[in-house]
């Protein structure tokens, strides 16, 4: 593969997610495969500005594979989103020759390599890293599969005490903007109720159920919340509003939090990263940039980044009707 590309830098930004390890693996194999040169660039766009950075070899990467969170730290920066933190940003890679970029982050990043990418014409390749799940033009993102897996596990655990107590417990998971986790996560452990960002159920209609539930000879019951839910209440609020509305049930509360994002990566995250950070390196090696590498009908796929960042990542409408009728 002959082309002007001859040291390529990998950087890790915004919130970190299992599988990025693996696509940093990925990236830096793939260079020393053909023969090119990578630099790690350490906590993302700032580590860039600063000039925090390091020669990878084939070496550098390994076990890291198994490894959560990212060897590069994340970050998120103020400073390049200014104009002169971006000159800085570019000062320093001309300064290492590098000549082009694989950003693995969410939309922010992306965003922020298309700013790069217009103001200095330099080549970059994201690669979607987020447990959110909420990035268009790809089915998954790196560490999604493994925050369902570690939530669905902890979800689990719970109903094993809810079920001994007869309790009704509001379970919040992460997911600001999509309800993907939400969703995945409540039909997969079996909740009675999903909460999600997408659809408004109303606090009416989710009494009606848990009355039924309750009615149709259920104990206790499983109710999955996405932190971004638009019920207009949060996960506390909406706890102690069904117990006043529904006395004698005993009610908890559990908010899964940040353990959601770490952890060992799935299987399919690390194959999934693997498989991108392929592709990242290729496609710039074939002189094309300013996309994002996905996965749609498990074929690898580019998106180009302003469309991934504009456009909208849609909830499985099938996913919802299963889960209403598991919880008949
Ligand atoms: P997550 O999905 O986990 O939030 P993210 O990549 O969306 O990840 P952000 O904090 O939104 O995380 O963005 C990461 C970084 O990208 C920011 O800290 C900033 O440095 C850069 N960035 C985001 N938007 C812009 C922008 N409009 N211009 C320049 N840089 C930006």
Do not use: W
Not at 71 to 89: H, M, N, P, V, Y
Not at 185 to 198: D, K, N, R, S, T
């Amino acid at each position: 593969m002959a082309s002007s590309i001859k040291k390529i830098g990998v950087m890790t930004s915004g919130g970190d997610a299992p599988g990025m390890n693996a696509a940093i693996r990925s990236v830096v194999r793939t260079c020393a495969f053909h023969n090119i040169k990578c630099m790690g660039i350490y906590r993302g766009y700032q580590g860039l500005i600063e000039g925090d950075l390091e020669e990878m070899d084939a070496r550098s990467v390994r076990n890291i594979i198994n490894r959560g969170g990212t060897i590069l730290k994340s970050a998120r920066s103020q400073d390049f989103r200014t104009k002169e933190g971006r000159k800085k940003a570019h000062e320093t890679l001309v300064a290492n020759e590098v000549d082009a970029l694989v950003v693995i982050g969410g939309d922010g990043s992306f965003t922020g390599g298309m700013v790069f990418n217009e103001e200095f014409g330099y080549p970059v390749i994201g690669i979607p890293g987020t447990i959110d799940n909420d990035i268009f033009g790809t089915k998954s993102t790196l560490g999604y599969d493994t925050a369902l897996n570690t939530a669905v596990e902890a979800i689990d655990r719970i109903r094993d005490t809810a079920s001994s107590h007869d309790r009704l417990f509001f379970i919040e998971v992460m997911g600001r903007d999509a309800g993907h986790i939400a969703l995945n996560v409540g039909v997969g452990a079996g909740a009675e109720e999903i909460l999600i960002p997408e659809e408004d159920m109303g606090l009416d209609r989710l009494l009606e159920s848990l009355k039924t539930s309750r009615v149709s000879g259920k104990t206790s019951s499983i109710v999955v919340v996405a932190e971004g839910d638009k019920i207009g209440k949060n996960v506390f609020q909406l706890a102690e509003y069904v117990e006043e509305n529904m006395p004698g049930y005993d009610i908890r509360v559990s908010v899964l939090g940040h353990m959601q994002r770490g952890g060992t990566p799935s299987c399919a995250d690390r194959v999934l990263a693997s498989r991108m950070g392929v592709k990242a390196v290729e496609t710039l090696l074939e002189g094309k940039s300013n996309f994002m590498v996905g996965i749609n009908n498990d074929e690898l796929s580019l998106t180009p980044l302003d469309r991934a960042v504009k456009g909208k990542s849609e909830i499985d409408k099938e996913l919802i009707r299963v889960s209403e009728i598991m919880s008949i």
